[in-house]
């Protein structure tokens, strides 16, 4: 059976391309989604890649995938740096959990410095752009390997 990829992105992501291209980059999350999508048939895997401006939706999805995926890949945006509501949901997630940032978190200021999630997150990836998609998609693969073995 294939392996099962959740892709979660946070408040306002639905906005990239279109707003600060200096820190996030020119690329659209449409764009980030059809290049996770193409790196999903090269790696074998099935994906859904999900985004929601709604703590509580991001919450139910992540809930949901305690039993419909197998490793969660997730862009928490805003909600990295104060969301014991999406921390608690993770936390009771088996499998491994990448937490993916576009932009290098700990360089900027100290409001963007700290996410409470990299706490229950497996790995964290952070300043490679939207190809930090892509990286945070074949260390799932990865991991699950390795769990499996
Ligand atoms: O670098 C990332 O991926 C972030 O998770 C993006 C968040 C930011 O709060 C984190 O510190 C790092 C912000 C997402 C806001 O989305 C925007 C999209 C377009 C233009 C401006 C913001």
């Not at 790196?39 to 099935?46: R, Y």
């Not at 999406?86 to 491994?96: E, Q, S, V």
Request: glycine letters at 8%.
């Amino acid at each position: 059976m294939k392996s099962r990829l959740l892709i979660l992105n946070g408040p306002n992501l639905n906005l990239l391309g279109v707003r600060e291209p200096e820190i996030y980059g020119s690329t659209t999350l449409a764009a980030i989604e059809e290049s996770c999508a193409a790196n999903a048939d090269v790696l074998g895997v099935e994906l859904k890649f999900l985004q929601s401006n709604h703590e509580g939706e991001l919450v139910a999805w992540i809930q949901e995938a305690r039993h419909e995926a197998d490793a969660i890949i997730i862009n928490p945006a805003g909600y990295s740096f104060h969301s014991v509501p999406i921390l608690d949901a993770l936390k009771m997630f088996p499998g491994p959990i990448i937490e993916t940032h576009i932009s290098n978190i700990h360089a900027r200021d100290e409001q963007h410095r700290h996410s409470i999630l990299s706490a229950v997150s497996t790995g964290v990836i952070c300043g490679l752009g939207a190809y930090g998609y892509l990286v945070a998609m074949q260390s799932a693969v990865n991991l699950l390997g390795a769990l499996r073995n």
